[in-house]
Every structure is written in C-alpha cells, then in structure tokens.
Nanobody, 123 residues
Framework: QVQLVESGGGLVQAGSSLRLSCEVS????????MGWFRQAPGKEREFVAA????????YYGDSVKGRFTISRDNAKNTGYLQMNSLKAEDTAVYYC????????????????WGQGTQVTVSS
C-alpha cells in the first residue's frame, strides 16, 4: 500500500507564493507518476500538474502554466508544488496523487491520493 501526506497549505495574500509538499510512504518503489489536483467549493476536481519519475516530463493545467512548478526528490520520496503569483481563484483544497503509470491530467492514472491541504488566497 502507498500513503500520501500533503503539507504546506495556508492563507496568503494574492501575489504571494507557497510550496506544497507530498510525502510518500509504503510501497514507494511502485510509484512512477505524481500529480497535483485541486477542488474548490462547488467545482469539479481540476488537474494542476504532473511529473514523471525521472522529473524530465512535466505537465500543467492551463490555469497554472507559468506560475506553478512541480518537482520531486525521489531520495526523499517527496513531491513538491511551488506556487507563485497566487490568485484568489487558486483557492482550493489541493490533493497529491501518485500511481504507477505515465503521468497525465486524468485522475484515473493515480490510484493513490492524499487527504488534501487547504490553500486560501485573499484578494
């Protein structure tokens, strides 16, 4: 089994930065792809970013391109989401996801999910 724990969320002002972390434990050798998704109240879950095991392949949702950066440190079994130039519309619960397939924007690629961390951006 695989467990994911997110951290780093909080309340910030528009224009600020935050870095989310996702620590992976358990059968970590089975993890190839990592992704971040978010869900705001009353809205559907939205793809934010994904990264391959090597880190060479990254994918971003259109709304965060140029502002967010996904990365991972396999030695620490931890993934990161650096969020810059935050906007009020970035307010959501952010979820880390992981799986053993090629990364991409479809939630079905990721069988393992964290509990989520709240990010609130005040305007």
């Amino acid at each position: 089994q695989v467990q994911l724990v997110e951290s780093g969320g909080g309340l910030v002002q528009a224009g600020s930065s935050l870095r989310l972390s996702c620590e992976v434990s358990g059968r970590t050798f089975s993890i190839v792809a990592m992704g971040w998704f978010r869900q705001a109240p009353g809205k559907e879950r939205e793809f934010v970013a994904a990264i391959s095991w090597s880190g060479y392949s990254t994918y971003y949702g259109d709304s965060v391109k140029g502002r967010f950066t996904i990365s991972r440190d396999n030695a620490k079994n931890t993934g990161y989401l650096q969020m810059n130039s935050l906007k009020a519309e970035d307010t959501a619960v952010y979820y880390c996801a992981a799986g053993g397939r090629v990364p991409g924007p479809e939630p079905i690629r990721y069988p393992y999910w964290g509990q989520g961390t709240q990010v609130t951006v005040s305007s």
